[in-house]
T-cell receptor, first 113, second 120 residues
C-alpha cells in the first residue's frame, strides 16, 4: 500500500530564512502534487510534478521531484509571514483505474516576524 | 465556470443524528472523490464515484457511511447515527476523466471548499 510521509511535521522559522520540506512515498507514482491549506480553508494547489527531475518555482517556493528516490522537496527561500500555513504533498495511486490521491501528513509552517 | 461546490459549509449534529453532505462537481466533470480530514491530520481518501456507480469505496468505514452520485443532482455523502469521532472536514473533489485517450490532466482533481461537521 502506498504510504506518503512528510517531514518535518512542524516547522517554525524566522523571516528571511531558507528551509526545505521533504515528501517521501513508498511505491512508484507518476505525479506528485503540493498543496497549501490555511486554517479552516480548503486546499490551494501549488505545484504538480509530472516527471523525474521536474522542478517548478513560484515566488519563494520551489518544488522538485526525484522519482527514483521517491522523494519530492518543497524549498522555501527567504520566508515571509504570509507563507505560514500547512503544506501537503499528495501522490496519485493508480490501482485498477482509480486515481485517488494519497496525502502526506502535512507540514505546519509558522514563519516568525 | 463555477468550481466544485459543497454544502453546507458547516454542519452541527447531535450524536445519533444523520448528516448529509452534498457535492456538486465542476461543470463537465463526471467523477467525484470524497476525502475526510480529521483535526490536525492530512486528507484520507474515502470513496470514488462516477454517475450512478461506486468505483472504489475502500476508504469508507464499513458501517454508517454511504455515498451516491445519481444521474441528476449532486453527490451525497451520508453518515447515519453520527458519533463524536465523525467530527471532521469532508472534502469533495471532481475530475473530468475523459474516455478514450487519456490526457495528462484528465484525472486532475479539483477540490471543493469542504464541509466542516461538528458532532456534539
Amino acid at each position: 500500500e502506498l504510504k506518503v510521509e512528510q517531514n518535518p511535521l512542524f516547522l517554525s522559522m524566522q523571516e528571511g530564512k531558507n528551509y526545505t520540506i521533504y515528501c517521501n512515498y513508498s511505491t512508484t507514482s507518476d505525479r506528485l502534487y503540493w498543496y497549501r491549506q490555511d486554517p479552516g480553508k480548503s486546499l490551494e494547489s501549488l505545484f504538480v510534478l509530472l516527471s523525474n527531475g521536474a522542478v517548478k518555482q513560484e515566488g519563494r517556493l520551489m518544488a522538485s521531484l526525484d522519482t527514483k528516490a521517491r522523494l519530492s522537496t518543497l524549498h522555501i527561500t527567504a520566508a515571509v509571514h504570509d507563507l505560514s500555513a500547512t503544506y501537503f504533498c499528495a501522490v496519485v495511486q493508480f490501482p485498477s483505474g482509480t486515481y485517488k490521491y494519497i496525502f502526506g501528513t502535512g507540514t505546519r509552517l509558522k514563519v516568525l516576524a | 465556470n463555477a468550481g466544485v461546490m459543497q454544502n453546507p459549509r458547516h454542519l452541527v449534529r447531535r450524536r445519533g443524528q444523520e448528516a448529509r453532505l452534498r457535492c456538486s462537481p465542476m461543470k463537465g466533470h463526471s467523477h467525484v472523490y470524497w476525502y475526510r480530514q480529521l483535526p490536525e491530520e492530512g486528507l484520507k481518501f474515502m470513496v470514488y464515484l462516477q454517475k450512478e456507480n461506486i468505483i472504489d469505496e475502500s476508504g469508507m468505514p464499513k458501517e454508517r457511511f454511504s455515498a451516491e452520485f445519481p444521474k441528476e443532482g449532486p453527490s451525497i455523502l451520508r453518515i447515519q447515527q453520527v458519533v463524536r469521532g465523525d467530527s471532521a472536514a469532508y472534502f469533495c473533489a471532481s475530475s473530468p476523466r475523459t474516455s478514450g485517450r487519456v490526457r495528462f490532466d484528465s484525472y486532475e482533481q479539483y477540490f471543493g471548499p469542504g464541509t466542516r461537521l461538528t458532532v456534539t
